[in-house]
């Protein structure tokens, strides 16, 4: 098997567009962890941040549960263009663009390239550590409601 693509690191730095953010209807899947962590950020107990801040979808076999959109689609938590829970923000963002699906070849990383002007920019991430930011995804899967 050939050496991965990003053997020498990747560069990505945000450039805050707010482009993942909102724009377009989409999902913040939360784990369990997220939800602790967002729900002490915000000083409020588990329940209550779930009942507030968050919406159940239904995936069809099974539920998942997702931070709320704005009618425009913006993130619940993108206040004037920044994101109010960033020290606690969801593993998802946190670990945005070094998502599996995106590191499956080159060609997946410079097509996401096309939608995040980050991508390919600033500071250079080591394999070590976009495979830390990959393996905290998978050890805090989204929660899942049967
Ligand atoms: S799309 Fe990329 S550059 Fe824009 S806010 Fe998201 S991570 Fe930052
Ligand atoms: S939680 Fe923060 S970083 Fe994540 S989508 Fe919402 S505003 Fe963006």
């Known amino acids: 098997m050939g050496a991965c693509f990003y053997e020498k690191g990747l560069r990505f ?3 805050n567009c707010n482009y993942c953010c909102g724009v377009e209807p989409g999902y913040v899947f939360l784990s369990e962890e997220d939800i602790d ?7 409020m107990e588990r329940q209550a941040f779930v009942d507030t ?3 159940i ?3 069809g076999a099974f539920k998942m549960v997702s931070l709320l959109e704005k009618e425009n689609y913006d993130c619940i938590f993108l206040q004037d263009g920044r994101c109010r ?3 606690c923000r969801p593993r998802q963002c946190e670990t945005y663009p070094f998502w599996a699906h995106v590191l499956e070849d080159r060609e997946s ?3 996401e390239g096309q939608s995040c002007p980050g991508i390919n920019k600033g500071k250079l991430y080591t394999k070590k550590e976009i495979e830390a930011k990959l393996s905290s995804r998978v050890e805090n899967n989204p929660v899942i409601i049967m």
Do not use: H, T
């Open 13 to 15: 730095e945000c450039q």
């Open 37 to 43: 962590r967002l729900a002490a950020g915000l000083s």
């Open 53 to 55: 801040w968050c919406r």
């Open 57 to 59: 979808v239904d995936m």
């Open 85 to 87: 829970v960033y020290e």
């Open 109 to 111: 990383w410079e097509r």
